[in-house]
C-alpha cells in the first residue's frame, strides 16, 4: 500500500509522485517510504497524481515493473519482524486496465486507512493485556521487602489502572464496532479510539516495564518489545496529533491543517 512519501506522511497530499500518460496506460515516477512488505510484495497499490492533479491508484505487480526498485529500511528498533522499505519508481509503466476506475481522490486511500485505524484500536489493547497480565503474575511471583510485590499498594494501583483503560479502550471499540455494522459512524469516532487506545496502551506497556525492573529492558519477558513497537503504532495511520487535529475540526468546524 503505497501513499507515505519522504516529503508527504501526516500530509499526503503534498505527494510528489506523477503518474504520466502516455499511450495504453500510464509511467509511474516518485518514491515511497515506510512501506510494509514492500521488499518481498509481488503486488502495489500505489497512489500518485495524474497531470492535473487528481490523485489515482495503480496496481503494479512485481514482474512487469520495470524501473521498480524496493530497499528494505534497516536499523529499525520497532516492529523487527515486519520487513518494512521503499519504493522507487522511474517511469514504470501500468496499462490502463490496472488503474483504479473508482477513485479519483484522496477518499479511496482514507477509506482504507480508516479501516487499518479501526483494527489497530483493537490490536493496540491486546498488546496491552499481554502487558497487564505479565506485570500481575510477575508482581504475585517477586517478592520484595519479604512479601509479594504485588501486596504494595503502589503496585496494585498500577494494576487497576491497567484493568480500567483496557476495559474502556475495549468497550470503545466494540460499540465503534457495531455502530459500523449498523452504518451509524463518522469516521472521527475511529480517529478518537485510534488515538485513546494507542495512547493508553503505550502508558501501560510502559508501567509494565517499570515494575519489571531491570528485567523489564529484557527480551524474556517481552514487555518492551511491546513497548517499542508500540511507539512505531502510536505513529503510523495517523500520528496522536493528527487525530486530535482531525477531533478538533469536527467540534469547531475550523481546519487547523
Known sequence: FGLTEP??????????????K????????????????????????IWAKDEQGVLRGFILE?????????????GKFALRASATGMIFMDQVFV????????????????????????????????????CWEKSLEYTLDRNQFNAPLASKQLIQKKLADMQTEISLGMQAALRVGRLIDEKNFVP?????????????????ARSA?????????????????????LEAVNTYEGTSDIHALILGQKQTNISSF
Open 62 to 74: 512485481r514482474e512487469d515493473a520495470k524501473g521498480l526498485e524496493t530497499p528494505y529500511l534497516d
Open 22 to 45: 502516455v499511450d495504453g496506460g500510464f509511467e509511474l515516477t516518485g518514491s515511497k517510504t515506510w512501506i510494509t512488505n514492500s521488499p518481498i510484495a509481488d503486488l502495489f497499490i
Open 95 to 130: 496499462s490502463d486496465d490496472r488503474v483504479l476506475p473508482e477513485v479519483q481522490s484522496f477518499k479511496g486511500p482514507f477509506t482504507c486507512l480508516n479501516s487499518a485505524r479501526y483494527g489497530i484500536a483493537w490490536g493496540v489493547m491486546g498488546a496491552a493485556e499481554f
Open 209 to 229: 516495564r517499570d515494575i519489571h525492573g531491570g528485567n523489564g529492558i529484557s527480551d524474556e519477558y517481552h514487555v518492551v518489545r511491546h513497548s517499542m513497537n
Open 7 to 20: 516529503d508527504a506522511g501526516s500530509d499526503p497530499a503534498g505527494m510528489k509522485s506523477v503518474a504520466k
Open 188 to 204: 472521527e469516532m475511529i480517529s478518537l479510539i485510534k488515538r485513546n487506545n494507542c495512547q493508553k496502551a503505550l502508558d501501560i
